[in-house]
């Protein structure tokens, strides 16, 4: 299914068999879920996508080649892969491994990143190639379905969550996939859930206190106590300062989003005392080993809605209109 334009739907084409090169695997892909940031990528509020695109980054499926090996300072990770294998590929698919950021274990910010589904074709596809750096082996516990949405949500949502520290009453924004995940790994590490909805959502705060929360409500009000750190998982600027008045001295907002609206201004007073406000970008690869060590643990999990690779454009309709009843998966291969 390909992008040519933001704006406009998917379109079913075929297209050649893509080969591994260098340091790449080939990977015939079995299940791809899809992210809030494919909808932002196909409504052209990301910048600069590649054109034509193959959207996805949340995707499994196997080995079926690997290219030459390259030798580098980087290591030459793939060499944990073998044909046959089964593989994750994340967002993040390619870093220089040399800048500022790289060089500081903070890979998440490389100046010249390539991104899944973005800068580099992704997984609403029969097949894939990608950078066997930063592709992950994957938790046997879970099928290819089950596991998909780990692989952005869940990863992401963690690095989000360790933004936190050791915050014990931790508000919640938003209660998409991602907060979903991260809602049971904090559980699972005795944090106490805050679970804040749109104001009147009774649907979605029900859902919140089924998941654990001690608290839910509706975004505009105040929890029964002062939070120590909260995380924005919707992407509406306005929760930012709605988050810094439910903190206590010194917590933090982290915000979760690659995109969100803008930021109202706000007195001061609302972030005196320390609070801070941040944003969590992409992932680090260790991230990604941290959660998918942890996930089978808790055991974290996934509630899906599963669609042929050809129905890609009705998935993404029902994700826009919040008409799905899980992470909406596509459906590709099965081995
Ligand atoms: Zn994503
Ligand atoms: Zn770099």
């Known amino acids: ?12 084409r075929d297209v050649p068999k893509p080969k591994s090169g260098r340091g790449q695997v080939l990977v015939r892909v079995n299940a791809c879920a899809i992210c809030r940031t494919d909808l932002h990528i196909v409504d052209g509020e990301l910048p600069d996508p590649k054109l034509p695109l193959i959207l996805g980054h949340q995707i499994v499926g196997r080995i079926e080649e690997i290219g030459e090996a390259v030798l580098s300072s980087l290591g030459i990770r793939h060499s944990s892969f073998a044909v046959g294998d089964r593989v994750g590929i994340p967002w993040l698919g390619w870093t220089d491994g040399d800048c500022a950021y790289c060089r500081s274990n903070r890979e998440n910010l490389c100046d010249h990143a390539k991104f899944t589904g973005y800068n580099i074709d992704g997984g609403y596809a029969e097949f894939t190639v990608a950078d066997a750096r930063f592709c992950f082996h994957l938790p046997g516990k879970y099928n290819d379905v089950d596991v998909a949405p780990l692989l952005c949500a869940g990863m992401l949502g963690y690095r989000s969550y360790r933004k936190t520290g050791d915050a014990r009453r931790l508000g919640i924004y938003g209660f998409g996939n991602a907060a979903r995940l991260i809602v049971q790994v904090a559980l699972y590490e005795k944090k106490e859930i805050y679970g804040f909805t749109r104001p009147g959502d009774r649907a979605d705060q029900t859902a919140a206190r089924s998941l654990g929360a001690v608290w839910a409500g509706g975004s505009d009000e105040m929890p029964p106590e002062k939070l120590d750190a909260a995380i924005i998982f919707a992407p509406v600027g306005g929760l930012v300062p709605a988050a810094l008045r439910a903190l206590a001295k010194g917590g933090i907002v982290a915000c979760g989003g690659i995109h969100m609206s803008d930021i109202p201004s706000f007195p001061y007073v609302d972030l005196w005392s320390e609070r ?26 996934t509630k899906t809605e599963t669609f042929p690779l050809e129905e890609a454009n009705t998935a993404l309709e029902k994700f826009r209109a919040g008409k799905l009843s899980g992470t909406a998966v596509l459906v590709v291969g099965k081995d």
């Open 276 to 301: 801070v406000v941040c944003s969590v970008a992409n992932l680090t690869r260790q991230d990604g080993e941290e959660f998918l060590g942890l996930a089978p643990r808790v055991p974290v999990k």
């Open 1 to 12: 299914m390909v992008l040519d334009k933001a704006g406009t739907p998917l379109v079913l």
